[in-house]
């Protein structure tokens, strides 16, 4: 894949401009569409903490008025709200792409929000949150991040607010989010399609300006050392556990320790209660994690939390024969190779390495080096995890 | 073929960009059967899409179907093992088995798709679970409005297009002993079309199916016809009052229909907001056909069937080149971006080779939008107005008032 990256220039010094890339290519002569992802390094940790969904709520409400346009354009806009971004992933025809990625741009830069977009929007996501407020795998993700980065942090909140901080914000509010922090510095854009480099560069380098990439920071957080159990109404019982890893790790090797500890959980003959298994790598400045999560008979919470506790321990105590580990190696390659099918994917993939280290590497995954060791050695340097267990108790 | 149909008319400028559709195509042969690649080294990925060109035997509807379930979970998992998918689809053209996973499974992916192509040798309980998979898309056609209204107007425009699920009367004679002789009625190596997308070559996907199954002797099979019953079904569950008419358009110009049909759908659409409103180019080797499907309440009913009746006229009287234009670029746009991955892709370009028997095809209709006229929408819009329409109506159903 051949991928351009284009360091904006500082006006400080080249040396700064190699630093921090915010613009990439993949440049794919046999795609028949452009995919484009800005993404824009806001979100839950820019707001109050009684505004809660503020980013998700200025995102939605600054698109809506070019919806139709794009629309005739056949151009298709999604906006995606990660804990640390705003993700806009918009995928056209060739002959449209840089037409909508200018007024996508524009709204997200420089044009006023309306009003009136902004009560609809409101009124929309409201009751998007109300219509899941009774949704136990939304549940489970909201206790999960609240016990992995801790209910004070920012990215303990919902991501996407909750009913109530979501009606308290006002248009001032609003207006005032969208001035301090919807600013290019803080946007990356990925592009994957049949552009040619040098020209699809021209035409992203202004949409993001030429200022340096404003700093992207974590704020420390400490996961709970305790297993979380949380009562709730349900049928079932989801039992998640969060691994985290620091930013040196590959990639690479956390998604194949996932993809691992994913079948070890999955539904067998050997555990054949086990309703639903997930898992899911998220790579985040910093560090990131693994999080596994499934579905189990409520009688068999206390034994599950103890299972996803131990999972990555038990995956080191039984080395895999070499066959079966090349087997494994082979299907994980190609789902992951799987999951980037699209040029959506493919650009929204490279837009989160821009934003995390700054350049891009090669999006499909090299297994060359996954060798049973260096896996071992991964999975041995996880800590232990932070456990959710949500669903009913015995006694109800 | 519903999928192609409605990719067509989900939904301007003549553009300067080189057509994208299959650019970078080529075409080969392997022994008789014909190979299509289309390179996409960027993804990693290949999507191998092999069809055969069959109808199924007379009396035996649903045989070529039946015969992908047997063989489907096998053919699933062993895609799975190296992280690909499998996918069946019985087409009006082709039975057709897709394969989708890394490139550098080229070989193995081959392999299982040419193992589709030798002869089935099932035992009696999976042809039974098949045939009971088949029934219930049996039934789910003539269950739901949406599918029985397709079907029936289906069944009026193309009576020998018999359902890929097959009737009744057919599923009593699929068993071990007559499957592996309807397969051979169907399977000769030159029906087979491959369709490649992805990181490979045309030479490496040759070498792959070069070594295509043969035949079997044809056995004479004893019946030669299908029965279908027609209109002594129970009516399928409705909660709003459905519309169908279609016109047979065989004989019209493919580009021209598909954007006479998106016009259709708009103007019904613009004249009932609340209603649902598919306007579909049909287009298999049977013939081609514009079906217009309306869902809407059941007090808009009579305003409908007057609306359907009369669209066609309408448009005529109003269609000009922009409309025209405008609806042709926004069709063209959609099958790209419908396209945007591997196996779509390779549906694309396999449904267009599989009903034209030419491996351009999709890339000739694609240029024919392009270059479309307004006087061609007229002139199919003048041979519609000359014809007459198959027709479907179901009311919504009501429960009935209990007697005081």
């Known amino acids: ?396 | 073929m519903f999928l192609l149909a409605a990719l067509l008319t989900i939904s301007a400028v003549a553009d300067t960009v080189p057509s994208p559709m299959v650019r970078g195509g080529e075409v080969g042969a392997v022994r008789d059967a014909a190979v299509v690649l289309h390179r996409q080294p960027e993804t990693g990925l290949v999507s191998l899409r092999l069809s055969v060109l069959a109808n199924d035997p007379p009396g035996y509807a649903g045989a070529g179907h039946l015969i992908q379930h047997l063989l489907y979970p096998g053919l699933r998992d062993r895609a799975e093992r190296v992280g690909g998918r499998l996918q069946i689809q019985r087409t009006s053209d082709a039975i057709v088995y897709t394969a989708t996973g890394p490139a550098a499974e080229l070989s193995y992916l081959a392999e299982l798709l040419r193992s589709a192509l030798r002869p089935p040798i099932p035992t009696d309980d999976a042809v039974l679970r098949a045939e009971r998979e088949l029934r219930e898309e049996r039934l789910a056609e003539w269950e739901t409005a949406p599918s029985h209204t397709r079907s029936m107007l289906r069944a009026q425009l193309f009576p020998n297009d018999v359902s890929a699920a097959g009737t009744d009367r057919a599923a009593t004679r699929y068993s071990p002993s007559s499957l592996p002789r309807a397969w051979a009625a169907m399977y000769r190596p030159d029906r087979v079309c491959v369709v490649a997308v992805g990181d490979v070559y045309l030479a490496d996907v040759q070498r792959a199916f070069a070594d295509l199954p043969e035949p079997d002797p044809v056995d004479e099979l004893e019946i030669r016809r299908d029965s279908i019953v027609l209109g002594a079904l129970a009516p399928p569950q409705a909660t709003r009052a459905w519309l169908g008419a279609a016109y047979l358009a065989t004989d019209l110009e493919p580009a021209a229909v598909t954007v006479t049909a998106r016009l259709l759908g708009d103007l019904l659409r613009r004249r009932f907001p609340n209603a649902q409103v598919d306007a579909e180019h049909w287009w298999t080797h049977h013939g081609q056909a514009l079906a217009l499907i309306m869902a809407l309440p059941g007090s808009e009913m009579d305003a409908g069937r007057r609306a359907l009746g009369t669209s066609v006229a309408t448009l005529l009287d109003d269609v000009d080149e922009a409309a025209v234009a405008a609806a042709a670029q926004a069709i063209r746009r959609e099958m790209l971006f419908y396209a945007r991955t591997p196996e779509r892709m390779a549906e694309v370009i396999g449904q267009f080779v599989d009903r034209e028997g030419d491996p351009n095809a999709a890339e000739r209709f694609y240029a024919a939008l392009a270059a479309l006229e307004v006087d061609q929408v007229e002139e199919v819009l003048e041979r519609l107005l000359e014809r007459t329409p198959a027709r479907v109506e179901t009311p919504p159903q009501e429960l009935q008032q209990r007697r005081r």
Do not use: C
Request: proline share 8%; no cysteine.
């Open chain 1, 1 to 396: 894949m051949r991928v351009a990256l284009v360091g904006l220039l500082l006006g400080l010094g080249a040396s700064q401009a190699a630093a921090q890339s915010r613009v990439a290519v993949l440049s794919e002569p046999g795609t028949p569409v452009v995919a484009t992802e800005i993404l824009l390094a806001v979100g839950p940790a820019d707001e109050e903490d009684d505004l809660a969904g503020l980013a998700f709520l200025a995102a939605r409400t600054v698109v809506a008025p070019i919806l139709p346009v794009l629309d005739s354009l056949g151009a298709h806009l999604t906006v995606t709200p990660q804990k640390d971004a705003l993700s806009f992933s918009i995928v056209s025809a060739p002959d449209a792409w840089q037409e909508s990625t200018e007024l996508l741009a524009e709204v997200l830069f420089n044009d006023p929000p309306s009003t009136s977009a902004m009560e609809r929007e409101r009124e929309a996501i409201v009751r998007e949150l109300e219509g899941r407020t009774a949704n136990p795998a939304d549940a489970a993700t909201r206790a999960m991040d609240r016990a992995f980065f801790g209910s004070s942090h920012p990215w303990g909140r919902p991501t996407i607010g909750t009913p109530e901080s979501v009606r308290r914000i006002n248009f001032a509010d609003l207006g005032e989010f969208l001035r301090n922090n919807f600013t290019p510095e803080r946007a990356f854009a990925a592009t994957s399609g049949p552009v040619e480099p040098a020209s699809a560069t021209a035409h992203l380098q202004p949409l993001l300006g030429t200022r340096s990439a404003a700093p992207v920071e974590l704020i420390p957080f400490r996961p709970a050392e305790r297993p979380v159990r949380i009562e709730y109404n349900s049928i079932t019982t989801w039992v998640g556990a969060s691994f985290r890893f620091p930013e040196t790790a590959d990639e690479d090797v956390m998604r194949f320790i996932a993809f691992l500890a994913a079948r070890e959980l999955a539904p067998s003959p050997a555990q054949r209660s086990v309703y639903n298994v997930e898992s899911e790598v998220v790579t985040r400045v910093g560090g990131g994690e693994i999080r596994l999560q499934v579905v189990v008979p409520p009688e068999e919470a206390e034994d599950w939390e103890e299972r996803m506790t131990d999972v990555i321990a038990d995956l080191l105590a039984t080395p895999l024969p070499e066959d079966v580990y090349a087997g494994l190696l082979r299907r994980f390659r190609g789902e992951r190779l799987m999951e980037l099918a699209s040029p959506e994917e493919r650009a929204h993939a490279a837009a989160r390495q821009l934003l995390i280290q700054g350049e891009v590497g090669e999006l499909a995954p090299s297994i060359d080096g996954l060798t049973a060791q260096v896996v071992r050695e991964a999975a041995a340097s996880l800590g232990p995890p932070t456990v959710v267990v949500l669903g009913p108790t015995l006694e109800n």
